[in-house]
């Protein structure tokens, strides 16, 4: 199968000679779900920001759907089939949940009813609440919001950082089943998560970042089970299938 995107030897950062990505390689065809994990400061969500055009890459090139995006502006990839969902301030507070809705189809003409409606039978909680500002939502709910926004244009890839960020135990399960659902609907997904363990439980396969590279890549199921993976990024005492201490 064609990957849907390809990242090939990519540097990136903040600053145009400090590279926080050191000739990153990874791919997703469509419909995976990839999980990328590793330690704080590793590279996870400059990579998420590199691919989405937030960053422009210092050298390398990333590749969506047969095209080099290098360079590309956000609202430019965003029209070729592209969404990201930030880890932070990833939903407009001041304004209504419908209208957050909306203002994730700003590209679009026409009516959004259809869309809307879809997301809301994805989210029925959204659906209840509809009018109600998303700055008095709870962080579970926010995280519905921001996927449900993301989702209206109803894109190939969806990027996701760290979704599980700050959630309680109950709300990272519900956002984990959801996250799997879009996925289970036929959307690509990079889940780029400090929840090493959920993400790779759910995850196709997975990439392990350490110091800007990809150390590691493998199944989700692999990478669990992968001893080296697991002392170092599933706590000491994590073997395998047993629990993450």
């Known amino acids: 199968m064609e990957n849907l995107l390809e990242v090939n030897n990519v540097y990136a950062g903040y600053l145009q000679d400090l590279n926080i990505l050191q000739g990153i390689n990874f791919r997703i065809a469509p419909g995976e779900l990839v999980a990328v994990i590793g330690p704080n400061g590793a590279g996870k969500s400059t990579l998420a920001k590199t691919i989405f055009g937030l960053l422009t890459p210092n050298q390398g090139k990333i590749v969506f759907k047969g095209k080099n995006i290098a360079g590309l502006k956000s609202d ?7 969404c990201y969902v930030p880890q932070i301030a990833n939903v ?8 957050n ?5 700003f590209i679009r003409n026409g009516s959004l009813k259809q869309d809307k409606d879809r997301i809301y039978t994805m989210f029925p909680r959204l659906g209840e609440r509809r009018r109600q500002k998303a700055g008095t939502l709870s962080g579970g709910e ?4 921001a996927m449900g926004r993301a989702l209206m244009l109803d ?15 109950i709300l990272v399960n519900t956002v984990f089943d959801q996250i799997k659902a879009i996925n289970q609907s036929g959307k690509a997904i990079v889940l780029v998560e ?5 993400a790779l439980m759910m995850a196709d396969r997975g990439y392990v970042l350490e110091s800007g590279r990809d150390r590691f890549e ?3 199921e692999d990478l669990l089970n992968d001893p080296k993976v697991g002392q170092l990024y599933l706590g000491a005492a994590y073997h395998g299938s047993g629990d993450q201490h």
Do not use: Y
């Open 155 to 169: 894109p190939d890839l969806l990027l996701l950082d760290e979704p599980s960020a700050a959630l309680s135990p």
């Open 142 to 145: 926010r995280q519905m919001l």
């Open 92 to 99: 407009f507070a001041s304004l209504t949940i419908e209208e």
């Open 194 to 198: 400090q929840n090493a363990k959920k």
């Open 76 to 82: 430019q990839i965003v029209r070729q089939g592209m």
């Open 101 to 105: 809705l909306e203002m994730g189809a």
């Open 218 to 220: 493998g199944t989700g």
